[in-house]
Each structure stands twice: as C-alpha cells, then as structure tokens.
C-alpha cells in the first residue's frame, strides 16, 4: 500500500507564492503517476497537474499553465507543487494523488483515474 502526506498549504495574499509537497511511502514502485488536485467549496475536485515518476512528463489544466509547476524527486518520494502569482479562485483543499496507471487526454481530469489520496492541505489566497 502507498501512503501519501501533502503539507505547505497556507494563507497567502494575492501575487504570492506557495510551495505544496506530497511524500508517498510504502509501496512506492506500483505507482507511475502523480497528480495534483483541488476542491473549492460547493464545488467537484478538479485536477491541477499531473506528473510521471519516470521520465518526469507534465500535464497541466489551462488556468494554471505559466503559474504552477509540478515536479518530482525520485530519491525522496516527494512531489512538489509550486504556485505563483496565486489568485483567490486558487483557494481550496489540494490533494495529493497517485496511480498506477497512464493517464492520457482526457483522462487527466477523471478523479477515478486516481486511486491513492493524501489527506489534503488547504490553501486560501485573499484579494
């Protein structure tokens, strides 16, 4: 079983940055992909960024793309999330997730596609 820990949520102003980081432990290697995802109050989980452990491919959805970069640490097990030029509609609970499997198009965005989730960490940007 892999377990996933994400921290670095917090309270930032507008304009500001954040760092997210996702430890996985356990069975690490039955894993190819992490992602990133976020829910906003009232509102579905939507996917942010995703990331293979090999190769290091991306995906990211439009209204992040030049402001959050997703990468990976192999040797650690961690995933990271930096966010720039945060907006308010940023604000929600960012999760952590993984699979094992190699999600394609449109199947980036597909919560099932994901089968392991960290707890999640919040995040608020005030205007």
């Known amino acids: 079983q892999v377990q996933l820990v994400e921290s670095g949520g917090g309270l930032v102003q507008a304009g500001g940055s954040l760092r997210l980081s996702c430890a996985a432990s356990?069975?690490?290697?039955?894993?190819?992909?992490m992602a990133w995802l976020r829910q906003a109050p009232g509102k579905a989980r939507d996917f942010v960024a995703g990331i293979r452990w090999s190769g290091g491919s991306t995906h990211y959805r439009d209204s992040v793309k030049g402001r959050f970069t997703i990468s990976r640490d192999n040797a650690k097990n961690t995933v990271y999330l930096q966010m720039n030029s945060l907006k308010p509609e940023d604000t929600a609970i960012y999760y952590c997730?993984?699979?094992?499997?190699?999600?394609?198009?449109?199947?980036?965005?597909?919560?099932?596609?994901?089968?392991?989730w960290g707890q999640g960490t919040q995040v608020t940007v005030s205007s």
């Open positions: 997730a993984a699979t094992d499997t190699w999600p394609y198009g449109s199947r980036w965005y597909q919560t099932g596609e994901y089968d392991i």
């Open positions: 356990g069975r690490t290697f039955s894993t190819s992909t």
